[in-house]
């Protein structure tokens, strides 16, 4: 660039009247933090090209969806139980494209939204028998991320060949495909 530019963009400053600040009314603002608050943001956790206009046309026949650009859209509920119900019930995905999603936060901008993490049900295969309880699995979870949830099946049913617990990975670390899991005793 322009060197001379660049000096007079690094001078410019606010007029008094750009700097004045403006003072929106809270008429009818509650209505709308109340709306607001029973919302999600979601954003398809992808770099390869996918069918927005058909994954948008999906999620409206089953949620009230807004995109508010950049590949981020705001789903909006009318009860606090149907928002739990797509939190509790995810991971949620169109085309092998996983869809995050995080709460509304008062304040939020479009700008600001970060996803940390996807909540993920992992399968544990393999384990002792003696392994097959609770309290490993969840030990294991913890390993793995922050536990959401431990799938009881495996401890009350006929089926133990695998142990699942729901967890919330961490987006900036790779997903693991396989580990190693220690007993007690180190073995």
Same mark, same amino acid.
């Given at each position: 660039?322009?060197?001379? &530019?660049?000096? !007079? $963009?690094?001078?410019? *400053?606010?007029?008094?009247? +750009?700097? +004045? $600040?403006i003072k929106v009314k809270s008429t009818h603002r509650d209505k709308i933090l109340e709306a607001c608050s029973l919302?999600?943001?979601?954003? &398809?956790? *992808?770099?390869?090209p996918y069918n927005q206009s058909a994954a948008k046309s999906l999620l409206r026949s089953v949620w009230k969806i807004v995109d508010v650009g950049d590949g981020l859209f705001q789903f909006k509920f009318t009860l606090e139980s149907q928002l739990k119900w797509v939190i509790?019930?995810?991971?949620?995905? &169109? +085309?092998?494209?996983? =869809?995050? =999603?995080? !709460?509304? +936060? !008062?304040?939020m901008t479009a700008g600001m939204v970060m996803f940390n993490s996807i909540p993920l049900w992992v399968q544990v295969w393999g384990l002792p028998f003696d392994l097959i309880s609770e309290e490993a699995t969840r030990d294991i979870g913890e390993g793995l991320g922050i536990v959401v949830e431990v799938d009881n099946k495996a401890f009350s049913s006929e089926q133990a060949r695998f142990v699942r617990v729901r967890v919330k990975i961490p987006l900036d670390k790779p997903l693991r495909q396989s580990g190693v899991v220690a007993n007690p005793e180190g073995n």
């Open positions: 660039m322009d060197s001379d &530019f660049l000096e !007079r $963009v690094q001078k410019i *400053t606010l007029t008094k009247d +750009e700097g +004045e $600040v919302s999600l943001l979601g954003h &398809f956790l *992808t770099t390869r509790q019930n995810g991971p949620w995905s &169109f +085309e092998n494209h996983p =869809l995050v =999603l995080r !709460r509304w +936060e !008062r304040g």
